[in-house]
Structure formats: structure tokens, C-alpha cells
């Protein structure tokens, strides 16, 4: 069993920039890759950005590519996302992911609201 812990969400104008931070504990978090997906209200959960076991390769959705940043400190068990140049549009809730096989854990979720 692995537990996630969102937090660093809130409400920021557009332009603006946000660090979401996933705190990891029950197992050995290096073992795991880790994403950020979000859903928005009416929406599906959408994969964001995901990193591999050791930070070795990352993905991100297009909708933000070169302004998310996905990375991940194995020795505090934390993965991170760097949100540069908010939009609108990016506004969801947050939710860390942590899978290894077929199995996947998840956190509870942080809000970020981005105004116009």
C-alpha cells in the first residue's frame, strides 16, 4: 500500500505559476512511476505529466508541454509539478498517481483555480 498526499494548490491568475508537491510513505517510492493527472468538472481524468522509477524520462500532455514541469526527489519521497503560465483552462483538481505493474494508488487531490 502506498499513501499520497497532495498539496500546494490554490487560486492564481493566469500567468501565473504554481509547485504541486506529492508526498509518498507505505513503500519504496523509487519503485514506483509516478504521474499528475486532473479532472475538471464534466470532464475525464486526464493523464498531465508522468516520470519513470528514477527521473529518467518524462511525458506530458500537449496542452502542457513547455510549461509543466514533472520531477521527482527519491530521497524525500516526493514527486513534484511545476506549473509556469496558467491558464484557464488548467483549472481542475490535481491527483498524484503512483503505479508499479498493474497496480496504481492514488491521492486525494489538490484544487487549482485559475482566473481570467
Known amino acids: 500500500q502506498v499513501q499520497l498526499v497532495e498539496s500546494g494548490g490554490g487560486l492564481v491568475q493566469a500567468g501565473g505559476s504554481l509547485r504541486l508537491s506529492c508526498a509518498a510513505s507505505?513503500?519504496?517510492?523509487?519503485?514506483?512511476?509516478m504521474g499528475w493527472y486532473r479532472q475538471a468538472p464534466g470532464k475525464e481524468r486526464e493523464l498531465v505529466a508522468a516520470?519513470?522509477?528514477?527521473?529518467?524520462?518524462?511525458n506530458y500532455a500537449d496542452s502542457v508541454k513547455g510549461r509543466f514541469t514533472i520531477f521527482r526527489d527519491n530521497v524525500k519521497n516526493t514527486v513534484y509539478l511545476q506549473m509556469n503560465s496558467l491558464k484557464p483552462e488548467d483549472t481542475a483538481v490535481y491527483y498524484c498517481n503512483a503505479k508499479r505493474g498493474g497496480r496504481g494508488y492514488w491521492g486525494q487531490g489538490t484544487q487549482v483555480t485559475v482566473s481570467s
Open positions: 516520470i519513470t522509477t528514477v527521473g529518467g524520462s518524462t
Open positions: 507505505g513503500r519504496t517510492f523509487s519503485n514506483y512511476a
